[in-house]
């Protein structure tokens, strides 16, 4: 999978795992001081931080894996910093990366517009929530409570991993610290047409 990657995609797909593996634990620690105030719906709404790497990675680097990548990584990192769900955290990182990878698959790798990224991440919520529904057991709860999470969470992942990673790629762009990465390339050729 990395065989036509260059080193310094791969260096910055690590830097970001790395970053954001801190960013993940961190918001579980959110998530849980939210949860004793609303109850268990209160990750629902934050979930699009959780798959937000996977956005980042591939809008950036551009080339298939990219979002599967960052986000195990992500999750491996912070199950190393001792996050206590365990290596069980990785296997969510690669469902996660999936439903990104999955969005952008779909294009062809082709396509990378703000409606991309938006449906990276619900389907990072999608299928992050179809495995949360079998692990969790969400079939024990009230259906329109589930409707509810389910709604939250892919919003989530729309507004906070679609349009917050699109957000915060297009800002690293605009410092010149991206140069020589696909993102720096097509904005230039979109420029130059």
């Known amino acids: 999978m990395l065989k036509n990657w260059k080193l310094k995609e791969i260096v910055l797909m690590s830097l970001f795992a790395i970053v954001f593996g801190i960013v993940y634990l961190v918001f579980v620690h959110v998530g849980n001081i939210w949860a004793g105030l609303i109850g268990p719906i209160a990750y629902e709404w934050m979930f699009g931080i959780w798959f937000i790497v996977s956005i980042i990675c591939?809008?950036?680097?551009?080339?298939?894996?990219?979002a599967l990548m960052s986000e195990t990584m992500a999750a491996a990192i912070e199950v190393l910093l001792g996050n206590a769900m365990g290596p069980?955290?990785?296997?969510?990182?690669?469902?996660?990366g999936l439903g990104a990878e999955a969005a952008f698959a779909v294009t062809g790798y082709k396509h990378f517009n703000l409606a991309v990224l938006m449906l990276a991440g619900a389907g990072s919520a999608v299928f992050s929530f179809v495995y949360g529904f079998?692990?969790?057991?969400?079939a024990a709860l009230d259906p329109t409570f589930v409707a509810w999470m389910f709604t939250l969470r892919v919003l989530s992942g729309m507004i906070i991993a679609g349009i917050g990673g699109k957000y915060l790629s297009d800002a690293l762009l605009a410092t010149g610290s991206l140069r020589g990465y696909a993102i720096a390339r097509i904005e230039k050729s979109d420029a130059n047409a």
């Open 88 to 96: 069980r955290l990785i296997l969510s990182g690669v469902i996660q």
């Open 58 to 66: 591939m809008y950036i680097i551009r080339k298939p894996g990219a």
């Open 134 to 138: 079998f692990v969790s057991g969400y």
